[in-house]
C-alpha cells in the first residue's frame, strides 16, 4: 500500500514562494506517474503538473506553466513542487497522487491520494 504524505504549505502573499514535498513515492509500474493537483473551494480538482518517472518527462497546466516545477528525489522517495510568483487564484488544498502510465498519457485517474495541503496566497 502507497501512502502519500503532503508538506510545506502555508500563507504566503502574491509574488511570493513554496515549496510542497510529498513523501511516501514508490517507482512501481502502477506508480510512475507522479503528480500534484489543487482544489479551490467551490471549484472541480484539477491536474497542476505531473511527472512521468521512467523518463523524467513533465507536464504543466497552462495557468501554473513557468512559474510551478515539479520534481522527484529517488533516493529520499519524495516528490516536490516548487511554486514561484504566487498568484491568490492559486489558493486550494494541494494534493500529491501516484498512477499508472494511463494516468500522466490517458487521464486516468492515479491510484494513491494524500491527504493534501492548504497553500492560501494573499493579494
Known amino acids: 500500500q502507497v501512502q502519500l504524505v503532503e508538506s510545506g504549505g502555508g500563507s504566503v502573499q502574491a509574488g511570493g514562494s513554496l515549496r510542497l514535498s510529498c513523501a511516501g513515492t514508490t517507482y512501481t509500474r502502477s506508480t510512475f506517474c507522479l503528480g500534484w493537483f489543487r482544489q479551490a473551494p467551490g471549484k472541480e480538482r484539477e491536474g497542476v503538473a505531473r511527472?512521468?518517472?521512467?523518463?523524467?518527462?513533465?507536464y504543466y497546466a497552462d495557468s501554473v506553466k513557468g512559474r510551478f516545477t515539479i520534481s522527484q528525489d529517488n533516493t529520499k522517495n519524495t516528490l516536490y513542487l516548487q511554486m514561484n510568483s504566487l498568484k491568490p487564484e492559486d489558493t486550494a488544498v494541494y494534493y500529491c497522487?501516484?498512477?499508472?502510465?494511463?494516468?500522466?498519457?490517458?487521464?486516468?485517474?492515479?491510484?494513491?491520494w494524500g491527504q493534501g495541503t492548504q497553500v492560501t496566497v494573499s493579494s
Open positions: 511527472i512521468y518517472t521512467p523518463n523524467g518527462q513533465t
Open positions: 497522487a501516484a498512477g499508472s502510465y494511463s494516468t500522466c498519457f490517458s487521464g486516468v485517474s492515479p491510484n494513491f
